[in-house]
């Protein structure tokens, strides 16, 4: 499986950035697809995931109600839609791949920045 992530830029508090993970792979269908980031100095934490199937993303409670994950089954791209930014918000955001059956996310995209300015 193979990621790309985009998307990322500066924007004030109070904006929106949509971020897009591309993928790729014969058996990509099969995989979860789960947003990270990691801010400066921090360890990386989970934002959300979502499956090719079912239409029912998980949220950490940090971006509840202001984080929505997407999909496009056809162009295999997840997309992250995050609105209401805050300056805690700033990380470099990486979308991750897991297989169904296991806990791991094995597989990263090469991170996008985001940076929200107060």
């Known amino acids: 499986v193979q990621l790309q992530a985009s998307g990322g830029g500066l924007v004030q508090a109070g904006g929106s950035l949509r971020l897009s993970c591309a993928a790729s792979g014969r058996t990509v269908s099969s995989y979860i697809m789960g947003w990270f980031r990691q801010a400066p100095g921090k360890e990386r934490e989970f934002v959300g995931s979502?499956?090719?199937?079912?239409?029912?993303?998980l949220y950490a409670d940090s971006v509840k109600g202001r984080f929505t994950i997407s999909r496009d089954n056809v162009k295999k791209i997840v997309y992250l839609q995050m609105n209401n930014l805050k300056p805690e918000d700033t990380a470099v955001y990486y979308c991750g791949a897991r297989f169904r059956t296991t806990a791991d996310y094995n597989y990263w995209g090469q991170g996008t920045l985001v940076t929200v300015s107060s």
């Open positions: 979502i499956t090719w199937s079912a239409n029912s993303p």
